[in-house]
């Protein structure tokens, strides 16, 4: 049972390149997300899809492109990567069932990005 | 101000003791509260939700609520080292669907010494 799988688990850019990060999970949740957790910060919502074929802007959307590939798969690309956006990133997925605090999100185990 | 603050840590302390967690809210409109777990190099996980003030009981776990206060508290019974985790409030207003948000606190890490 994998859950949600992050690719890659680490990754070192310089400033100005590109990348996408990639999730994937199978557990035929509808809605899916992006976060990013800095020391100090917390986690903050990126961007978010209710479904397939629908994203929108979360708290810290600026610097970000999101995909929603299908039901599975939710990426999120950076196109000129900046050090401030040196963090941990993190996708979660829940299903549709009841409130969101019941209903809870499951995370992946992290992408650790740092831009140099 | 932050719509939620939680006691920054490092928080460390000996096996068996009662751990407090805290957070306070500013939104009057958060009405349902969540506690998430956190080990090191993990994703969260969902230890306790709530949406009514008092208390909720599970196991060595209580959550409590004092919503005239915009104050959450995590209980910590008989701490144990696989207790040591980084814990993360989080609260919401309630929506359904996917545009509900959940708001996070910054996190406290906690390290139970044997």
């Known amino acids: 049972n994998a859950g949600v799988t992050q690719t890659p688990k680490f990754q070192v850019l310089k400033t100005g390149q590109s990348m996408t990060l990639q999730c994937a999970q199978d557990?035929?949740?509808?809605?899916m997300y992006w976060y990013r957790q800095d020391p100090g910060m917390g986690l903050r919502l990126i961007y978010y899809?209710?479904?397939?074929?629908?994203?929108d802007k979360g708290e810290v959307p600026n610097g970000y492109n999101v995909s929603r590939l299908n039901k599975r798969e939710f990426s999120l690309r950076l196109e000129s990567a900046a050090p401030s956006q040196t963090s941990v990133y993190f996708c979660?997925?829940?299903?549709?069932?009841?409130?969101?605090?019941?209903?809870?999100?499951?995370f992946g185990n992290g992408t650790r990005l740092t831009v140099t | 101000q932050k719509e939620v603050e939680q006691d920054p840590g490092p928080l460390s302390v000996p096996e068996g003791a009662i751990v407090s967690l805290n957070c306070t809210y500013s939104?009057?409109?958060?009405?349902?509260f969540m506690w998430y777990r956190q080990y090191s190099r993990k994703g969260p996980e969902l230890l306790m939700y709530?949406?009514?003030?008092g208390n909720k009981e599970d196991g060595r776990f209580t959550a409590q609520v004092d919503k005239s206060s915009k104050y959450i508290s995590l209980f910590i019974r008989d701490s144990q080292p696989s207790d040591s985790a980084t814990y993360l409030c989080?609260?919401?207003?309630?929506?359904?669907?996917?545009?509900?948000?959940?708001?996070f606190g910054k996190g406290i890490t906690l390290s139970v010494r044997p």
């Open positions: 939104n009057s409109a958060f009405q349902y």
């Open positions: 557990m035929n949740h509808n809605s």
């Open positions: 709530t949406y009514s003030s």
């Open positions: 979660a997925s829940r299903g549709d069932r009841g409130w969101i605090y019941n209903s809870p999100l499951h």
């Open positions: 899809s209710a479904s397939e074929g629908t994203t």
């Open positions: 989080a609260m919401t207003s309630p929506y359904t669907g996917a545009n509900s948000k959940l708001t």
